[in-house]
Structures are given as C-alpha cells and as structure tokens.
C-alpha cells in the first residue's frame, strides 16, 4: 500500500517520488477555482488540508507540470504559465508581540526578495518593502500572493483584546498593499480559520470572493464518502480486520466518527470526513479522538465555562447568516465561534429566516469536548466518565433500569457538594437558582445520554410535549422523563399522559418509560424511580 501523508504539508513532497504517497485528487476544483476568480477567502477548521492546498497551488502557479502527473488537471486545458509567488504562513511568523510580529514579516519578506534576486532598501516600513517586493516581481509576470493562516497572530492574543487589536493593525497594513496593488496581480488565495472583520481583507480589497460556504469550495478540504472509498480500500479493509469488522460496519464507524462536516451553504453537495482523523484512524487501526487531541484552544474552553457550559443547546442552533459573515475581536458570538472552528457545522438553511442550523457533526467532537467540559463542571476525571459510560450502557441494552438508576445515583453522589453553580442572578433567587441547578445536571445528563448510544434524541419534541430523553438500542428504546422535586411516578405518567411511546410502538422493540425525580436539597435522584415495559409486537 502507498504511504499515508500524516503530517505532510507539502504538495512537492506528496509528489516528488509518484505512488509513494496516496494524494486524494484536488485539482478539479482547484481549476474551477483559477478560472473563474482570481481573490479568494477560504476559512476551514484547523487541521482541514488549508496549508496543503496553498502548497498545491503554489506548485501549481509555479508551472511544476511533472507534480500533476496523472492528476485531473493534467488532461484539462490549464494553461500552465510560470508566476514569481509570495507564499506567506503565518505559522512560520514570531507572533508573541507585535514588534515580532512586525520583524518576523520584514525578514519574511527579505527572504522571499532574496529567492528572486531581489534587493530590498533597508530602513522602510514593512508596507512600502511589501509593494517595492511586489512591483519588483510583476516585472517578470503577475504575482501569485498565498497567505496561510492569516488570522492566527490574532487567534494567538483572542484573550487579550488590546494586542488582538494591535495584531489586526498590523495585518491591515499588509492586506491594504494587495488592495492597492491589484494591477500587479495575477491570484490572491487566502486561508483562515476564523473571519474577523476590519481586517482590511473583506471591506478592501477589490473582487475578493468568500467561498467559505460556497459550493464550488465545499469539498476542497477533507474527504467526501466516494474519495474515502474510492482511495483508501486497502487501508479501511486492514482496519476492518484489526477491529473484527465487517467492511460496512468499519465505514459505518468511520462516518460515524469523522464525517459530518459542511461547508456548503445550498447543502447541495456530500458531507466531508475530517482528514486529519481519518488518516490517523486508517493509520493506527483505531477510532478515537484525534483532531482534538492535537490541540484545543484554551481560549474556546474559557468561552464555553463563561456561557455556563451550553454543550446541550448546540445541539441544534439557529445562527443569522449575517453573524456567519464576519465578527468582531470583543464581541465573539460562541456559536458561531464554535462553527468556524469546526465544533459545530451547518445542517440547515432557511431562505426566508436566513438563518443556519448547525449542530454537533459527529461523534469524535462531541466526544472529545464532553471529556473536557465534565470533568470541568464535576471534577471527575475522564477516566472515571469512561467507566460510567460503560456500566450506564451494560445497564440500559439489559433492561436493568434499577441498576441504571443505581449508578446514575452514584455517578452524582461523586460531584463534589462544594462546586458552585452561577445564576448569573443580581441578587439571589430561589427559583432562578433552582432553574440554573436543573439546568446544570440536566446538561450532565445530556453528555451522558450523547455517549452512550449513536440513537439518542434530547428534548425529543411530539404533538403533545416534549421528551426530555430517548435512547434506542439493538433490543429496546428507553424513554426518560425528568421531574425536579416531585417524584418518579410523576414523571412516568406524565409520559404516560401525553402518549410519548406512541411514535414508537411500530418499530417492534421493547419500550421501557422511566420516571426519574432530581431532589434539589441532597442533589441527586431519588429512589423513588419508576418504569414501565411496553412489548411490542413486530410491525406486519
């Protein structure tokens, strides 16, 4: 089998030596790309392909014919023409203050005049030796600009907003350049994670296109079902075997782990694998988290504590297209921080709300941020979690409620009685604060639920109410209802009551209804549980 790329950034070397490397096939819509704008924006997740695909058009612009050897755009019409190039990754550049940042990118730009044989004067700002390089370079053909990662000096300092600012002053000053020097140029490609406004990039410069959410970029980054298929069989028949399972049940697993993500506003096209976990889940034979193993920002994580841990709403978000566009460095919207970093993607679109649904888009991420955002709000270690997870679902694919309830019971009696939960009240009040405590074990509750099975449905709403939680498995569907301060059998008829079950008597499997009471003063279940069995008979 051909080398999995882990790690490797660089087109040239994916390319260099022909059937080392699996490279999955871009350049289809790299030259929808190219032919047919010439400024672009692209914001994708952190570890979605971006510094790759700048790597790509780099070779590309740089007329390297013999790297797209048995490519899609090796049999086109491209016309291959050989650009001078300014290729700018600001993960190179000294972003720890802004008079390194400032420096980082003068010696940057030496350095790229240096490779052209190209003198710049010394004693310039960084803005005039940016357009002495650029009219320098178009003496000998239009000038390709690439600038990877253009928000991270200000990603690096989001905590901090007086430096954040300073950082986007600076950028500003280098984004104006290629405004002002559109004449000289002949493709401006630039890649972020976020879209800031006031950059200078989305009010400035001329004929800039976002084609974040546009469908000619929806599958430039990460994998579609068809590529994972169609490229990496050996590789998902290796895993099937170290897992002892079947092919379907191996593709299922990594859809389930890894697929999810959408970046197209029409939802015209597939959805896409993350690439990064899916290369390290073919490569290690193993499902597990790794896109967020490679680094969480510490800032994302402080937001989500300081909104009182919303892990349950996103599970269904209603986000203004308006607010997707752009926002500012003092004013970040978490949802939509979440989306653009990947937490959250798109599932919806609705033309006369011009709103988006986004959600959780698969399993790795929500799994990942429970084992962060629990141990948070319990002081439990993930390691005890994963147990109860374990011992929760023994428990419900039996049938043992009682033995469900018991460690539910448990699993609260080890959160510790000192944790304090916000109101965010002016002054106290009692109902506030009993809301907020609901609230809070409620969304514990939740993350539990989410990790237990892949069918799960929170807040499930019906004609006559809504279900505070159903669960299905292989045998049964559990449906739970919870009170606060009443009791278990208040909770069970109130399922009873509003017919709860009857959306899924017809599937054939046994149903349980479970009442559950959460006692506010001992902060725990009661044991006064109760639950019911329905048996179904198989649909005709």
């Known amino acids: 089998m051909k080398l999995l790329p882990i790690g490797i950034q660089t087109f040239e070397k994916i390319r260099e030596k022909p059937g080392q490397y ?64 300014i290729h700018l990754s600001f993960a190179g550049i000294t972003r720890r203050s802004t008079e390194e940042l400032r420096k980082g990118l003068i010696e940057f730009l030496r350095r ?46 989001i905590t901090n907003f007086d430096v954040a600012h300073q950082m986007r002053e600076i950028l500003k000053e280098l984004y104006e350049v290629v405004k002002d020097l559109d004449r000289y140029l002949h493709f401006v490609f630039i890649t972020g994670v976020t879209k800031f406004a006031k950059t200078s990039i989305f009010s400035g410069i001329n004929n800039l296109q976002d084609i974040s959410l546009s469908p000619v970029a929806a599958t430039v980054c990460g994998f579609t079902y068809e590529e994972l298929t169609d490229n990496f069989q050996p590789f998902i028949q290796a895993l099937a075997e170290k897992r002892k399972l079947s092919a379907e049940e191996t593709t299922d697993q990594l859809r389930r782990w890894y697929n999810g993500y959408s970046f197209d506003a029409d939802g015209e096209n597939p959805l896409v694998y993350n690439p990064f976990s899916i290369l390290l889940a073919l490569q290690n034979k193993q499902f597990k988290n790794y896109w967020f193993e490679s680094g969480t920002p510490t800032f994302l994580i402080n937001l989500i504590k300081k909104n009182n841990y919303p892990i349950m709403d996103f599970q269904s978000v209603k986000i203004a297209a308006s607010q997707l566009a752009s926002f500012e460095i003092d004013k970040i919207k978490l949802d939509v921080l979440m989306q653009q970093t990947g937490y959250l993607t798109i599932t919806g679109y609705d033309e006369g709300s011009r709103n988006y649904s986004v959600s959780y888009p698969n399993f790795e991420v929500f799994a990942a941020l429970s084992e962060i955002i629990i141990p948070m709000m319990t002081e439990l270690e993930p390691a005890a979690l994963n147990d109860y997870v374990v011992w929760f679902r023994q428990a419900l694919q039996a049938g043992d409620i009682e033995h469900f309830c018991k460690t539910l019971k448990q699993f609260f009696t080890e959160i510790p009685y000192t944790i304090v939960v916000e109101d965010g009240a002016e002054k106290p009040k009692q109902k506030s604060k009993q809301i907020t405590l609901e609230k809070y074990y409620q969304t514990i509750f939740f993350v539990i639920c989410r990790l237990l099975t892949r069918q799960v449905w929170i807040e499930q709403a019906t004609n006559t109410g809504r279900i505070d939680a159903v669960l299905e498995f292989e045998q049964r569907i559990v449906i739970v209802e919870f009170k606060v301060n009443q009791s278990g059998r208040a909770a069970l008829e109130q399922i009873k009551e509003k017919k709860y079950a009857d959306s899924y008597v017809r599937g054939g499997k046994e149903i349980l209804l479970v009442g559950i009471n959460f006692d506010s003063q001992i902060r725990n279940i009661s044991d006064d549980w109760m639950v019911e069995k329905l048996i179904c008979a198989n649909p005709k």
């Open 22 to 85: 699996l490279y999955v096939d871009k350049t289809r819509e790299l030259y929808e790309l190219a032919t047919s704008g010439s400024v672009y924006f692209l914001s994708r997740p952190r570890r979605f392909g971006k510094s790759l695909l700048c790597s790509t058009i780099k070779s590309l612009f740089e007329d390297r014919k013999d790297l797209f050897e048995g490519l899609w755009i090796a049999q086109s019409d491209w016309q291959w023409e050989k650009h001078p190039i």
């Open 112 to 157: 790229t005049a240096h490779d052209y044989g190209i003198s710049l004067p010394g004693g310039t700002t960084l803005t005039e030796q940016f357009i002495i390089l650029i009219m320098s370079l178009a003496e000998r053909n239009k000038v390709v600009i690439i600038i990877d990662e253009y928000d991270k000096p200000i990603l690096d300092h």
